[in-house]
């Protein structure tokens, strides 16, 4: 699993701590038994699992889902750029669904493609692995906003 | 909680046990505790009650479980336009958070704007329910599409 | 044409004259022949008269032109909140076409859902004029920011 | 300029001359300045030259004519994968502006990242160019359908 090199600056050099701490505090993410796998600056992976309890009614992994680990990767992404005393907060997103949530494990891929002291936007893609391969089965687009002055717990 | 009333004239005359059906096989739904509560010609509601598993890490419910719910209104509103012989997928979506997600309930709320034989648009929002009050927390415009000669089942 | 009663408290007492003056200086609504029609608080109304200028290659018309006139409707729609010493820009939008736009006049009708110190959230849909009906032949949903500090002129 | 070699099959074999004869009968291109620059399979090139004409208030190329071309380039990046007897509609499309429209030209580069029979999605985004430089000022996702059966004249 590469992940791209992005050649952002952390403003704080604790962003990978910060980001696993406030992500083991998301009680959703152990509900659905998503991880975080990959933390660097202006990009992160977040990992799920294929269970019976994540699916739809066609048997692949519920669209819910999909958008759940695509915000999330999203957020944590803009979050390892942000300065230390901020929250993240997702303004919006957008999604489209590419193909069905079929495989062993869906990876959800965030990059931020513009930070901002106020906005930051990130493309998250969420990737359906099969065999060994993966596909694109999610693309979006989201817009994260960074609270000064509120910490994140 | 009342719905706005639509002059939609469902195809199947049997879209309310069709989407029931279909609800009750996405485990996903299961797994979050949601609810399907109200299914009307182009109207469908889904509820989520609080619990401490649906939170991210300030204690309000994941923007993940309120993208799921309102996704799942839509897909829904939608395929009670929908013929018989058809299956209903999510083509895209785009959704704003304009409040946390704080409250006893979530209520997604799912209302036919352009029905199609291909393509239906569909706006579905999210409330939160706190003290007998709703506060909208989610605003969203969802594209569905038909798939014909596919049954749901 | 009756707009929505909305129960805004603009900050700014001179958002109107405010609103006129910013659109005024827009060469491209003068070169589409775009006019602003209603600015109250929360709500503004841009209309375009069709003009063969303004069509796609089946003759109606063209798909950026509804973009620009919703964009632009949100914009204002949100300025009208927005305190004396600050600029608005666009965010970001996300629109579907439901129906050709097709009729003597594009009319786009943009209302604030949620306004906010630093981000806006509007509601902007375009609706097609023909023998006096109208049908709604965009919707929008678009977030807005408030820059602070720096006077529209 | 270079444009990502994509390795799309065209079914029709004239999907070039189509894309040049469509993009000649859009009234509203020649109203803007717009040009058609660059037609492949599964991409295309729309260019906007700076024009007074063009601005909003703070001279700035207009959002509006940043999302008609970001919309165009993207509906013909989807039709060089039709097949020769459908016609191309878009959708829907979302887009977050990143930096301002300023530069002596705009370039719109779509391409196609999800082709289908029914529904195509495209990632298009506009660049600003600037004594020679070029940085991104938009970014968007896009859906199209192809319309079976109806030729685009």
């Known amino acids: 699993m590469t992940q791209p090199a992005t050649s952002f600056e952390p403003k704080n050099p604790d962003f990978a701590a910060r980001v696993r701490d406030s992500f083991s505090r998301q009680s959703f993410m152990a509900h659905i038994g998503a991880s975080l796998e990959v933390v660097e600056p202006g990009y992160v992976e977040i990992h799920l699992p294929y269970r019976k309890a994540m699916t739809q009614q066609h048997g692949f ?6 958008a759940t680990i695509a915000d999330n990767a999203a957020g944590y992404a803009a979050f390892t750029l942000m300065a230390a005393d901020t929250s993240v907060l997702t303004v919006e997103f957008k999604l489209n669904f590419l193909r069905p949530g079929q495989g062993e494990k869906m990876i959800a891929k965030a990059k ?12 998250s893609d969420v990737y359906a692995v099969s065999g060994g391969e993966e596909v694109m089965c999610v693309t979006s687009i989201q817009t994260l906003v960074a609270l000064p002055g509120r910490e994140d717990r």
């Open 61 to 66: 992994i519920h669209g819910g889902a999909l």
């Open 112 to 123: 931020v493609i513009k930070p901002g002291r106020n906005l930051t936007v990130v493309d």
